[in-house]
Nanobody, 124 residues
Framework: QIHLEESGGGLVQPGGNLTLSCVAS????????MGWFRQAPGKDREFVAR????????RYANSVKGRFKISRNNDENIVLLQMTRLNADDTGVYYC?????????????????WGQGTSVTVSS
């Protein structure tokens, strides 16, 4: 079993940048694809980004494509989400997730392990 812990959330002004981190422990990080999801108040959890086990393949939600970048360091068991040009629609709790499979599917139900989330608020 893999344990995930997110950090880096906070309050940021519209147009600003923020980088989220997720540290994995207790399992084989390199054997899991990793993803970021977010959940805004009153809304369902939605896919943000996914990265393959070796870091070569990334997928993004259309709403964040070109603004967000997902990366991973398999030596340090960490996955990052670099967020730029943030706007109010990016507000929510951001969750890190790990998928034992290699399907590349972005639905939340295919991910096996989840962190507790870190809150991001974009507001002036």
């Amino acid at each position: 079993q893999i344990h995930l812990e997110e950090s880096g959330g906070g309050l940021v002004q519209p147009g600003g940048n923020l980088t989220l981190s997720c540290v994995a422990s207790g399992g084989s990080f390199v054997m899991h694809a990793m993803g970021w999801f977010r959940q805004a108040p009153g809304k369902d959890r939605e896919f943000v980004a996914r990265i393959s086990r070796n870091g070569i393949t990334q997928r993004y939600a259309n709403s964040v494509k070109g603004r967000f970048k997902i990366s991973r360091n398999n030596d340090e068991n960490i996955v990052l989400l670099q967020m730029t040009r943030l706007n109010a629609d990016d507000t929510g709790v951001y969750y890190c997730a790990a998928d034992k499979g290699i399907s590349g599917v972005t639905r939340p139900d295919v991910f096996d392990y989840w962190g507790q989330g870190t809150s991001v608020t974009v507001s002036s």
